[in-house]
């Protein structure tokens, strides 16, 4: 069991900053996830991991041990891409092999392991075959194979299943899991897919210009994300955000919406009167309801689109506002024309529009991951 | 909805010689009705594209007609077609800017200059691309060409609109929102549009009806709801839904007074026989081997329900995806709300009679959906 440890990590190509002073915390056995809009620095950071580039500044640690003057070879890392890239004259078979030749493991070992990942990825039959007569779908489970053959403790994964089509990439995030957990690896995985990360992560570290602005469970990312940018890259559909200008309320703030005023309780006032904010509702998190309820916004529904086994329906408010709301496919709404949407206001995100940080409420768990502004 | 917008009838495609070169639609007829909108949904190479840049025009038809508005155009130029269109390589034109080339559409139905501007203005909020209007087609991302392309073809009045991955380039929010819009727009003003993509989301998302395709040869032809709830065959049945469908090879027998379907490891699944219609009963007898289909929202948890061991546990936000080891291979689930089991717990699944498809384990033509003969 390994464990990793970055600390303040500078990394600059010319006088542009990749890296911005970045620490992070890898625990052995842990699926640490790196997410965030391309750009953002995952991938240099697996290569400084990896020993493939310096840092200018900062640690890379492995079980503790610093890793400055130890070459990419000896470091005990498993690496897999999203362009697979694999040698082109060499078989399935002799592409796995290469770290096993490498560390210079006899030829009955280097057949044992090469047929015990290639069985566990299901590519035990095109072992024989060159990357050119590969499916997509067969490289990128070749380059795994790679990856996981030394069983090295330390796996950097860098968006292995970009390259693959929709249902392969749902298989495999639903294979991996237990590939990695039979391996007893630690992993870092990068991915633009939320979904993935969401799945796959045990934490979440979501980038963005070269620092990391969150670090939580995918829960704590999805229900308190720190900043509006991270809300606004979860979830299908997106997150409505809507201008709101809080005023005080007992217990906490309201808001309005269309005329109609609604209560978010627990949120304090200091921080949320007199700002313009914006309130983050999750379209899973609106629901149609009969007109006179508590809390009911009066729409027009425009269009109905079904998401998979959910309905989700585009409607604009009184005052102008497009919202998407979800429901699980079957349950019974108006199709079009005038309805009511109601939300829960006692779990609505509100973020401060300014600084686009989310304005926790009283008595939150302190947990609060969000860098500093 | 009335009078058929486009009828195709008997079309086959070839590339090359005719009967020797590459068959890339076979003997396709669809008839689509004035106001609907239609998704041809495959793979690629699937005939899809052919189709739709036979309707368009830009390909010859091997064999067969198209007519639009009752008027047979297949020998026709595009211009003389009254089709609006949206395509990959039918670009926007370079020396003019994004306004000027939406405005360009609109130059054969000379309206004032004023009606034009709001056409323009109002297709450019819709598709959030106010802001570029003015640039020139090289300037802007791959994502605004199509864009821009899209309002070209939405702005103009025609008797087709078509729209080949007209939403492919885009990132995830704005998707969201301008399935909604578009497909409102095309509602509101009755157009007919058809149009072409792979994706399954895409054609579930805006279309009337869609039209599954699969080596040159319609596979379906529906509603979305009709293909999820009666797939005519296992192509279209796994292509159509996220996750996609469970499938399972079957021995069928008739033990005592039910039916009993037989999966690896001696798994059995039990139903009474007056959970199928007779004519379901009477075509799953005889039949040894069948391939047994349930799409992952169909899966129940209950407790005396058939073993299975969870595997993984994956919480996306709006719903959990729950993969068991099943009958030697993986049963999916999925639940709208957060489900806290852990890989390693055993569970019961409760697959309802109602929710089966039986396919034929070799030709794949759907047998049965749930009590009734497919």
Redesign the interface.
């Known amino acids: 069991m390994t464990t990793l440890q970055l600390q303040n990590i500078v990394k600059r190509f010319k006088s542009h900053t990749v890296l911005d002073d970045l620490s992070l915390e890898v625990a052995s056995g842990e699926t640490l996830v790196l997410f965030g809009p391309s750009g953002a620095g995952k991938s240099v950071l697996l290569r400084l991991v990896a020993g493939v580039i310096e840092p200018d500044k900062g640690n890379v640690l492995i079980d503790g041990e610093d890793m400055s003057d130890v070459e990419p070879e000896h470091r005990g890392i498993g690496m897999a891409f999203q362009n697979f890239a694999l040698f082109p004259h060499m078989d399935a078979f002799q592409n796995i092999a290469t770290p096993l030749e490498a560390s210079r493991s006899s030829a009955d070992k280097i057949k044992e392991g090469v047929a015990r990942v290639a069985k566990l990825l299901r590519i035990d039959h095109v072992l024989t075959h060159r990357p050119k007569a590969l499916s997509n779908g067969q490289k990128q489970r070749t380059a795994l194979a790679r990856a996981l053959v030394g069983s090295p403790p330390l796996l950097l994964l860098d968006d292995p299943l970009r390259n693959v089509d ?2 392969l990439r ?1 298989e495999m ?2 294979e991996l ?2 590939l990695l ?1 039979a391996q007893g690896a630690t992993v870092v995985y990068v991915t633009q897919d939320y ?1 993935e990360a ?3 992560g045990d934490r979440i570290a979501v980038m963005a210009a070269g620092r990391i602005r969150q670090v939580g469970t ?2 704590e990312i ?1 229900d308190a994300p720190a900043f509006v940018e991270i809300a ?1 890259l ?5 997150i409505n955000l809507l201008d709101v200008a809080p005023t005080a309320a007992a217990g906490g703030v309201a808001v309005e919406l269309s005329g109609v005023r609604i209560p978010l309780p627990g949120v304090p006032a200091a921080e949320a009167v007199g700002r313009d904010c914006l309130i983050g509702l ?3 998190s609106l629901a149609f309801v009969a007109a006179g309820t508590a809390g009911a916004i009066p729409v027009t529904i ?9 309905t ?3 409607v604009l408010t009184t005052d102008g506002r ?1 919202v ?1 709301v ?1 429901r ?1 496919a079957g349950t019974p709404a108006p199709a079009s024309g005038p309805a009511h949407i109601a939300f829960d206001g006692t779990n609505a995100l509100l973020f401060d529009k300014e600084t686009g940080r989310r304005i926790a409420r009283m008595g939150e768990d302190a947990g609060e991951r969000g860098e500093a502004a | 909805m009335s009078g058929a917008a486009l009828q195709i009838t008997g079309v086959d495609k070839f590339y090359g010689a005719i009967d020797r070169g590459v068959h890339a639609v076979k003997n396709l007829s669809i008839d689509i009705e004035k106001g609907e909108i239609i998704a041809l949904l495959g793979s690629s190479g699937c005939g899809k594209t052919s189709t739709l840049r036979m309707i368009a025009g830009f390909e010859e038809v091997s064999r067969g007609r198209i007519a639009i508005d009752g008027r047979e155009v297949h020998m026709l130029p595009p211009v003389k077609r009254n089709v609006a269109m949206a395509f990959e390589g039918y670009s926007l034109y370079p020396p003019l800017t994004v306004r000027e080339n939406i405005a360009f559409a609109l130059k054969a139905s000379k309206l004032p200059q004023a009606k034009v501007d709001e056409k323009v203005g109002d297709i450019a909020r819709l598709l959030e691309i106010e802001d570029i209007l003015d640039r020139y087609p090289s300037s802007i991302s791959g994502g605004q060409q199509q864009r821009a392309s899209l309002g070209r073809a939405l702005v103009r009045d025609a008797a087709l609109h078509l729209l080949d991955e007209p939403m492919g380039q885009l990132e ?2 704005l998707r ?2 301008l ?3 578009i ?2 727009y095309i ?1 509101e003003r009755g157009l007919t549009a058809i149009l072409v993509t792979h ?1 399954q ?1 895409e054609a ?3 279309a009337d009806r869609i039209a599954v395709m699969e080596g040159g040869v319609l596979l379906q032809f529906d509603t ?1 709801q009709t293909i999820k709830q009666r797939p005519a065959n296992l192509f279209t049945g796994a292509f159509v ?4 469908m469970n499938v399972f090879a079957a021995t069928v027998d008739f033990g005592g007074d039910g039916v009993v379907f037989g999966l690896d490891q001696g798994v059995q699944l039990r139903y009474a026989a007056d959970e199928f219609s007779s004519a379901v009963l009477g075509e799953l007898r005889g039949r040894g081997k069948v391939m047994l289909g349930i799409r992952p ?1 169909a899966v129940r948890r209950a407790e005396r329900g058939v073993a299975a061991k969870v ?2 546990n ?6 959990t ?1 729950i ?1 068991t080891d099943f009958a030697g291979g ?1 049963m ?1 689930l ?1 639940e ?1 709300d957060r489900v806290r089991l852990a ?1 390693g717990e055993e569970i019961g699944l409760k697959l309802d009679a109602g929710a089966l498809h039986v396919f034929d384990a070799e030709s794949g033509q759907a047998l049965s959906h749930g009590p009734e003969l497919a």
């Open positions: 929709a249902k749902f995030r639903l899991p237990r957990a979904k969401m799945a796959l995918p829960e999805y606004r979860f979830g299908d559909p997106t999750r379209p899973e425009e269009a109905e689109t079904p998401l998979n086994e959910k989700v329906s585009l497009e998407l979800s699980p | 995830p929010r969201a929102v399935r909604g819009r497909k409102h509602k994706d989301t579930n998302a805006l979305p839904g996220e996750p996609p929202y595997a993984v994956q919480w996306l936000g709006d719903q995806q993969a993986t999916v999925v709208h890989p």
